[in-house]
């Protein structure tokens, strides 16, 4: 028997069910949330995770940095082992791509820029060698949002010329993403990349006129009240948009609360339901192990549990670094490692949503 199925078996058999009052959080989406003072709340369902605990206490490998679930609006559970906290922050590597799709998502509800709106109209086609591709002409946001650009850069392939790898090495990363080759038609190949995500980040400040961390500060983070943080830049100074932002448990959970409560937080709409709507449509299939589609930058997939299935959204990252989010249980899981570049951070991390799962059954 696998160590996902025994923390989910002892989670249903040796534990009552869950049952959660219903917040006034999710009865009303904008009401102000303070999960600094639901420590009730945690103790109130403390015994129902006492076998998340144990798995998480048990791991053979000690880099798992923080698990979170909020449920209702409540803060229900939090484990910070290994001598991290709730102040901690943690690289969440490409669960940051998401981050990146709400700020332009959020610009769009600006009128800032459109879907529809192509990548070289925001830069000099002077500074790009291929700008008479017929088909590099025709990238658009929704191309970039939607891993789908055609460039020929793709991170299951190290010997695709635009792999971030080589992006990585680049002392001008913008000029260097801007002049990879096309590979594909805009629109017909979902090809997961980093530049991808990258060139979107550039994009935001052409279209705002904002440094891409002013503009997610003051209309993202900030009214989340997400005080620390921190992004990493490029050598030229630009922010690496896809990945690489520190952040910590319990503010990360906060991104995933904003979007089932449909883009409200205490008593302001940050981002449109119609966005967060486009955001997660099944626009790709994910050929990966526990992916189902692409949506812009945010993944679907449904998991069954005790014969329920459970559709949920999720940021995914390097090593585990998840958001979860389960709209039909209202329920946001986050985990955060250290774990990268193994071979079991991933799978670690679903085992722990799929026993919280288990639990809430």
Same mark, same amino acid.
């Given at each position: 028997?696998?160590?996902?199925?025994?923390? *989910?078996?002892? =989670?249903?058999?040796? #534990?009552? *069910?869950?049952? !959660?009052?219903?917040?006034?959080?999710?009865?009303?989406q904008c009401s102000p949330i303070n999960w600094a003072a639901d420590s009730d709340s945690q103790k109130a369902h403390k015994a129902h995770f006492k076998e998340v605990d144990a798995f998480i206490e048990n791991a053979p490998n000690k880099d798992i940095q923080s698990v979170v679930v909020v449920k209702n609006g409540a803060l *229900?559970?939090?484990?910070?082992?290994?001598?991290?906290?709730?102040?901690?922050?943690?690289?969440?590597?490409?669960?940051?791509?998401?981050?990146?799709?709400? %700020?332009? +998502?959020?610009? $769009?509800?600006?009128?800032?820029?459109? #879907?529809?709106?192509? %990548?070289?109209?925001? !830069?000099?086609?002077?500074?790009?060698?291929d700008a008479d591709d017929e088909r590099k002409q025709r990238i658009t946001i929704d191309h970039l949002l939607t891993?789908?650009? @055609? =460039?020929?850069?793709?991170?299951?392939?190290? &010997?695709?010329? @635009?792999?971030?790898?080589? =992006?990585?090495?680049?002392d001008d990363w913008l000029h260097f993403g801007l002049n990879i080759p096309m590979a594909t038609e805009p629109g017909t190949r979902w090809a997961y990349a980093s530049l991808n995500s990258f060139l979107l980040g550039a994009v935001l400040e052409k279209a705002t006129g904002q440094e891409f961390e002013e503009f997610a500060d003051t209309y993202l983070l900030g009214p989340l009240g997400i005080e620390s943080y921190r992004w990493t830049n490029t050598p030229k100074g630009l $922010? $690496?948009?896809?990945?690489?932002? !520190?952040?910590? @448990?319990?503010?990360?959970a906060k991104i995933g609360q904003l979007i089932l409560n449909q883009g409200c937080w205490n008593g302001k709409q940050l981002i449109s339901q119609e966005w967060l709507q486009a955001s997660f449509e099944d626009r790709y299939p994910v050929y990966w192990e526990n992916y189902d589609t692409y949506g812009y930058q945010w993944y679907n997939h449904t998991l069954t549990i005790n014969d329920k299935p459970f559709s949920y959204r999720?940021?995914? +990252?390097? @090593?585990?670094?998840? =958001?979860?989010m389960v709209p039909d249980e209202d329920l946001v899981v986050v985990t955060m490692t250290t774990a990268? &570049?193994?071979?079991y951070g991933q799978r670690r991390s679903l085992e722990i949503f799929e026993g919280v799962l288990g639990a809430i059954d």
């Open positions: 028997m696998t160590a996902r199925i025994c923390l *989910v078996l002892a =989670l249903t058999c040796t #534990v009552p *069910v869950l049952c !959660f009052a219903q917040s006034s959080n999710s009865k009303d *229900v559970y939090e484990s910070y082992p290994n001598g991290y906290t709730t102040r901690s922050l943690n690289d969440i590597r490409s669960a940051a791509k998401s981050i990146t799709a709400l %700020l332009i +998502g959020i610009a $769009v509800d600006q009128e800032k820029l459109r #879907v529809d709106d192509t %990548l070289l109209s925001f !830069f000099e086609a002077s500074s790009i060698e891993m789908a650009s @055609g =460039l020929n850069a793709d991170a299951d392939d190290n &010997n695709t010329p @635009g792999n971030e790898n080589y =992006l990585e090495l680049a $922010v $690496v948009a896809q990945g690489n932002f !520190f952040i910590s @448990g319990r503010d990360f999720f940021a995914s +990252g390097n @090593g585990g670094q998840k =958001l979860y990268y &570049n193994t071979n």
